[in-house]
């Protein structure tokens, strides 16, 4: 099976955000083990301030707020 938290990683490596978001949610609903790290990994930061990451972390049960 494709590695989409890996696909997702290295879209948000080169900037593409867009990407990097469909491939987070196709990790999502792989229930990927990616999943459990997306508060903390640095590989996302660029994608912190978006709503669709904060969505996502709601989602996965990891928002702050």
């Given amino acids: ?3 989409a938290g890996a696909i997702a ?3 948000a490596g080169i900037g593409d955000k ?3 978001l469909d491939w987070l949610d196709s ?5 990927s083990n990616d999943m459990t790290t997306l508060r903390v990994n640095p590989a996302f930061d660029v994608l912190r301030a978006d709503p669709r ?5 709601e989602r996965v049960g990891l928002a702050t707020e």
């Fill in 18 to 20: 867009d990407h990097a």
């Fill in 27 to 31: 990790a999502y609903a792989q229930h």
């Fill in 9 to 11: 990683w290295a879209y």
């Fill in 53 to 57: 990451y904060r969505r996502l972390l």
């Fill in 1 to 3: 099976p494709i590695q």
